[in-house]
């Protein structure tokens, strides 16, 4: 693997120690820092795949900070995701791979509060271990629950440590939910009101922190303020917008024109985001988060028709000028873009 940084975004070198099988397509990788790599539990980092200059995807760091021997990313793997697959299949113990500086207010360091409930949805549960863990040594006196959520009991990450740190920690409160199959030690169902109540019955003196799909968080603080939760008091960290997720037409085809330091012009699927069809094109386009909040991939459109899922923090004068996130906005027909 390359020993050279391609990446401007992706400045600390980490090297792979080792790969833990959490659950079915699911692996923790180990790094060691070349040099100091100081973190907050919840954070995530940028990871450069394939130390390409323009390829990155956004991980939580699942280790914690003083309390993990290593620094270390917990990835679902994505049929046809080009970060995940490439982390779950192809990188192996010794190589090197390139991380951004520690990024995100996602952190129980950042959110002070007497009272934790902490939900973590499939591989959205990695920022919350890594919290749980932090909270647990450095703030004892603080009451912490935690809610994962998965499809099935196999799905469970982090599952012989979640017993550890039960027993341990005898006022850790920890709550799992299957969607089917559940089993004894699990609620049945999908998270639902009568699961938070019985989690958490005084939910009121709560800050609730939560990571998952969108829609999962989305319907999660519908619970919560339902219930009496404060939205001031509701956080929430995502990675992947399920608002993207679908509607791509791949029997229909338009085009797509670049000008600028690459130029080309190429046929790309119908309801494809603008960031993806640029990557499958090789165009320097740089992504973080790929949900709309790093605003790394801003770019100007200059004509076609598509589609805007989200705008961030785009400024009203950027978004006249043309300006969108190519992660959050959908190629429809014929669109010029100047990169």
């Known amino acids: 693997m390359a020993k050279t940084n391609k990446n401007p975004l992706c400045i600390n070198e980490l090297q792979v120690y080792s790969i833990v099988q959490e659950a079915p397509k699911v692996k923790t990788i180990n790094f060691i820092a070349q040099d100091f790599y100081p973190y907050e539990a919840g954070q995530y980092a940028l990871v450069s795949i394939r130390n390409t200059p323009h390829i990155t995807r956004a991980y939580s760091l ?3 900070p003083g309390e993990s021997r290593f620094v270390s990313i917990t990835v679902r793997e994505i049929d046809g995701g080009v970060g995940s697959g490439w982390l779950n299949n192809e990188v192996k113990v ?12 996602f952190s129980c360091q950042k959110v002070i509060a007497d009272n934790y409930l902490l939900v973590g949805a499939g591989s959205g549960v990695t920022p919350i271990m890594s919290m749980t863990r932090w909270l647990l040594k450095n703030r ?20 012989s440590e979640w017993a550890q740190l039960k027993a341990d920690n005898p006022r850790l409160n920890l709550v799992f939910n299957a969607s089917v199959n559940a089993t004894a030690g699990f609620e049945s169902g999908r998270i639902s ?3 938070l109540t019985k ?31 404060s939205e001031q008091r509701f956080f929430t960290e995502a990675f992947f917008n399920t608002a993207l997720a679908g509607d791509i037409s791949s029997d229909k085809k338009t085009t797509l024109t670049v000008s600028g330091a690459k130029p080309m012009k190429t046929e790309v699927p119908v309801g494809m985001t603008l960031l993806a069809a640029l990557e499958a094109q090789e ?17 100007k459109v200059t004509g076609g028709e598509y589609e805007i899922v989200s705008n961030g923090d785009l400024t009203q004068e950027e978004i006249a000028q043309g300006y969108v996130l190519a992660c959050s906005c959908r190629v429809k027909a014929d669109m010029t873009v100047e990169i």
């Open 62 to 64: 699942s280790s914690t």
């Open 94 to 105: 010794g190589d090197q791979v390139w991380f951004s500086n520690p990024m995100g207010d």
């Open 140 to 159: 004892p006196q603080a009451n912490v629950s935690v809610i994962h959520s998965v499809h099935s009991p196999q799905d469970v990450i982090f599952k």
């Open 193 to 195: 009101k009568e699961i």
């Open 199 to 229: 989690a958490v019955p005084n939910l009121t003196d709560y800050t609730v922190m939560t990571c998952g799909p969108q829609a999962y968080m989305d319907a999660l603080k519908t619970m919560v303020l339902e219930l009496g939760g």
């Open 283 to 299: 165009q320097p386009v740089v992504s973080g988060c790929r949900t709309g909040l790093c605003g790394l991939c801003k770019t």
